[in-house]
């Protein structure tokens, strides 16, 4: 009976030793704790006190102006210009505008090639106040002119000299009239001779009786 006391007083000091241990180290581990916290703080505030104030002027000096521009940056985006969406043409719908078309222009005469018809002189026979002729021979057809200029100067009038003639089927043309000049010896002729889109032409001189 007393040796079951005794075990029953021995265990329950062993508990009561070890809940006694437990709370102790328990304690003693906040006290180590909070000492670590407290060194902590200490260096901490140490190593803020170690800073410059010239570094801790100029942080503020940057925050404040990155504020302000933040600020302002949301103040005008508002009043942005948006950008126009400029509508897109898809390919192959897009319309062309049609060219205007060219006024018709009046057909230009036909430009004569000289030289291109042949003209050769056949008979030039004159005399002052007389029926005199003049006779040359080109292209069957074809159109002719004359101008005959006296030594004095002056053109030749009256007759046929001052038509325009057409070649017989021979080609032959003759022109008839009646000299009225004071200069008499020599005078000169000009043929122009056309033939479609073809000229041709012809100087010579001949005497001019009196």
């Known amino acids: ?3 079951q006391r005794l075990t029953h007083a021995g265990t329950a000091l062993i ?3 070890a809940i006694w241990w ?3 180290r328990s304690r003693r581990w906040r006290v180590l704790w909070g000492e670590l916290q407290r060194r902590d703080m200490l260096a901490m505030r140490a190593h803020v006190q170690a800073v410059p104030r010239q570094i801790w002027l100029i942080t503020g000096v940057m925050v404040a102006c990155l504020t302000c521009g933040l600020c302002s940056f949301a103040a005008s985006a508002p009043n942005a210009p948006m950008a126009r ?3 897109h043409t898809p390919i192959g719908t ?5 060219s205007p078309l060219p006024r018709p222009t ?3 005469a036909p430009t004569a090639t000289p030289g291109a018809v042949p003209v050769r002189l056949v008979a030039a026979i004159a005399t002052n106040h007389q029926i005199s002729h003049i006779t040359v021979q080109t292209a069957p057809g074809a159109s002719a002119s004359i101008t005959v200029t006296y030594c004095s100067g002056h053109t030749a009038k009256g007759g046929t000299i001052e038509n325009t003639l057409i070649a017989n089927a021979s080609g032959y043309v003759t022109w008839n009239w009646t000299p009225e000049t004071t200069c008499v010896g020599k005078a000169s002729a000009y043929v122009v001779v056309t033939h479609g889109n073809q000229l041709g ?3 010579f001189d001949f005497p001019l009786a009196g």
Do not use: E, F, G
């Open 1 to 3: 009976m007393i040796r």
């Open 15 to 17: 508990r009561h030793v």
């Open 22 to 24: 437990q709370w102790m």
């Open 85 to 87: 969406l400029t509508p």
């Open 94 to 98: 897009a319309k062309s505008t049609p």
């Open 106 to 108: 009046a057909t230009s």
């Open 201 to 203: 032409t012809l100087s």
